[in-house]
């Protein structure tokens, strides 16, 4: 059974301190890695998709990394504007289905 | 605007009071899908429609059924709704006929039932 942990469940974070969110998975084969965000009352809005083991993403402050076992969405300076939910989700080889973390709370005070 | 347009997006009812929820997308995308969402088990998927006449159980199908009769609608109902399906759903489509690619989401409908 594929499975996605995500920690912390919840971060707070000053203005412009980084910090680095973490994603572990167990997948039979990876097809595939998400990390969506998620601002209150809002669907998931998605980032980055990352295939296979030492590839890196980046999207302004966030940088999404992973490994075998597990992924990491870096967060450079932050702004009070990057506070929302962060979810990651693995696709299985062979299977059309997405398995989602519990997602890290992050929020960021100026 | 591309997007996904669900509705309602909230919504009171009672125990087995038949509900649907519809899903329409503007994008033309072949893969859609309904999540619920809920505290402490995060998002698990429902049901979901490789393409038009096409559709496979997720993780969570029971007490749910889905059609896919056009390529823009995926309508999500709910038969006999129960309390145990008060929750905050989801759909999301996606460009190909497979969820490796991005997903776009709707805004959600938030299903209260008593």
């Known amino acids: 059974e594929d499975q996605v942990t995500q920690s912390p469940e919840a971060l707070r974070l000053q203005e412009g301190e980084s910090s680095s969110l973490n994603c572990s998975y167990t997948?039979?084969?990876?097809?595939?890695l998400f990390w969506y965000r998620q601002d209150p009352g809002k669907g998931p809005e998605f980032l980055f998709t990352?295939?296979?083991a030492g590839e890196e993403k980046e999207k302004e402050r966030l940088k999404a990394t992973l490994t075998k076992k597990e992924s990491f969405l870096h967060i450079t300076a932050p702004k009070p504007e990057d506070s929302a939910t962060y979810l990651c989700a693995v696709q299985a080889v062979g299977y059309s289905t997405l398995t989602f973390g519990k997602g890290t709370m992050l929020l960021v005070s100026p | 605007e591309a997007q996904v347009t669900q509705n309602p997006r909230y919504l009171i009812t009672v125990t087995g009071k038949k509900l649907t929820v519809t899903c329409s997308q503007n994008m033309n995308h072949e893969y859609m899908s309904w999540y619920r969402q809920d505290p402490g088990l995060g998002l698990r998927q429902i049901y979901y429609s490789m393409n038009v006449e096409v559709t496979d159980k997720g993780d969570v199908p029971e007490g749910y059924k889905v059609s896919r009769k056009e390529k823009r609608n995926f309508p999500l109902i709910l038969e006999s709704p129960s309390p145990n399906q008060t929750s905050l759903y989801f759909c999301?489509?996606?460009?190909?006929?497979?969820?490796?690619?991005?997903?776009?989401f709707g805004d959600g409908t938030r299903l209260s039932i008593l």
């Open positions: 997948v039979s084969g990876l097809r595939g």
């Open positions: 990352l295939y296979s």
């Open positions: 999301a489509s996606s460009p190909k006929g497979h969820p490796n690619q991005p997903q776009h």
